[in-house]
Nanobody, 126 residues
Framework: QVQLVESGGSSVQAGGSLRLSCAASGDTASDYCMGWFRQAPGKEREAVARLDSTGKSVYAASVKGRFTISKDSAENTLYLQMNSLIPEDTAVYYC????????????????????WGQGTQVTVSS
């Protein structure tokens, strides 16, 4: 079992920045795929960014150049630095973890072996 606890969500004005954190604990593995997803009201959960144990990061087109995903291995914490926020970024942000090397957004979102955090609300006002 893996537990994920997100934090850092808040309300900000457009153009502002936030950093989300996702602390992982439990049976974490050396090979992993971790990522951030978001879900706005009335919309499907969508991929934001992912990072695998080789250090490869991938971003959704809508956030590329504005968001940065990173991981502190010592603290087993995943981060999402969000800059130049726009109202369209408003959503509940979820952290996801899969303890296997294979890593893509579809697998991370739909696998029965993916663990999810409880979500953290990000609200961007214009």
């Amino acid at each position: 079992q893996v537990q994920l606890v997100e934090s850092g969500g808040s309300s900000v004005q457009a153009g502002g920045s936030l950093r989300l954190s996702c602390a992982a604990s439990g049976d974490t593995a050396s090979d992993y795929c971790m990522g951030w997803f978001r879900q706005a009201p009335g919309k499907e959960r969508e991929a934001v960014a992912r990072l695998d144990s080789t250090g490869k990061s991938v971003y959704a087109a809508s956030v590329k150049g504005r968001f940065t995903i990173s991981k502190d291995s010592a603290e087993n914490t995943l981060y999402l630095q969000m800059n130049s926020l726009i109202p369209e970024d408003t959503a509940v942000y979820y952290c996801a973890y899969r303890g296997e090397a294979a890593c893509n957004f579809l697998l991370l979102k739909n696998s029965a072996r993916t663990y999810w955090g409880q979500g953290t609300q990000v609200t961007v006002s214009s």
